[in-house]
């Protein structure tokens, strides 16, 4: 098994962060302009939505961490998608892990490059200064 890990300051309480990767509207604001909210799970959908990841929340404890299971998507089928929030004074550490991949493919490598620039993105939401999300709904934003 292959995990992806990274890990990032915020300058923000936990409380703010979460709301930014424990909902749909959340993760609207950093990482997919397509979501939805099918059947108690979340659906990202990327490149005109011939790309769908579905989300289903496994774990969750506000302001402390979140972990998702992905339940489509060729690779993403059974991994996991989780955050850990550790306060640290006026800061909050992030710790991110996509993990249980079943190889570290060329895919792979290449979403670990992706999730670096969501976790910028997502700092910045958390911080106020929004750069909205990393994939619309018909392209991708650099």
Known sequence: MADIQHSIPIAA???AI???IATAQGLAQWWAEDVTEPAGAVELGFFK???VYRLRLNADEPGVRTEWTCETGAEWTGTRIAFRLEPRGATTQ???THGDWAAATEYFVGCNTTWGELMFRLKAAAEGKPRGPL???NELVY
């Open 49 to 51: 939505r011939t790309t």
């Open 18 to 20: 979460y709301p930014l």
């Open 94 to 96: 992030l710790y991110f």
């Open 13 to 15: 309480k936990p409380e």
């Open 135 to 137: 994939f619309l709904a």
